[in-house]
């Protein structure tokens, strides 16, 4: 047993392990334009963070009235986004420390994500996190994705964990709250630093306002530590 207990820590992936939202942008810009929707900006994109691809074209089809089935508009999204993860998905480099230091202390983690299998799979393998990852969740696997609890408690449930003892990294408030509903800690680490007051953020344990900028491995895994049940 590590120094951090029976602690498991649980990853959300885009924009919180990977800086993959631009990816995403474009696909789901590319997508719209071919559908009748242009000009579709990043402000408009900032409001889908966190939301699973199955449930933004889902949105998309409310709010811009698209005949397309939800299907199709999903497979053209991700099919874009895959091309455009494969050639580059950057790792952010204090998350891949922070990887590696609870590697190095045996402590068992997951990754929990919107994502589709194919896209997570192929992100972990690119950035070469996929060795330390074994345990992965696509909310394309579960009910319900986030808010709901269910991605984060499958992921336990993988772990052989109790959700009482894992600790979810996450970078948007619909994670946040799926870690509270999940009767888990949270360390926020807000993707879009002018959401930081969401009120579901307000349930993360430790709450890093400055975002990616604010976070390093050591100070993340000296909390874990100090606060180790």
Known sequence: MSDLGVLSVIFDLDGTLVDSEPNY???S??????????????ADHESYVGISTR???????ERYGLRAP?????AATNRRYLDLARRHTPAYPQMRAFVELLAAADVPMAVASGSSPEAIEAILAGTGLAGHLR?????DEVPHGKPAPDVFLEAAR???????????VEDAAPGAAAAH???????????????????DFATASLLLRGGQAEFTAESAYAWLRDTAR
């Not at 810009?29 to 990043?42: D, I, N, R």
């Not at 939800?70 to 999903?74: G, T």
């Not at 993988?158 to 979810?168: I, N, T």
């Open 25 to 27: 942008y474009e696909a």
């Open 70 to 74: 939800a299907a199709e508009l999903l």
């Open 29 to 42: 810009q590319q997508t719209l334009a071919e559908h009748g929707v242009p000009g579709f900006s990043w």
């Open 158 to 168: 993988r772990l052989g964990a109790d959700p009482a003892d894992c600790v979810v």
């Open 181 to 199: 509903a999940a009767g888990m800690r949270c360390i926020a680490v807000p993707y879009v630093a002018a959401q930081a007051d969401a009120p």
């Open 135 to 139: 345990t992965v969740v696509s909310t």
């Open 55 to 61: 449930e933004t074209v889902a949105l998309w089809r």
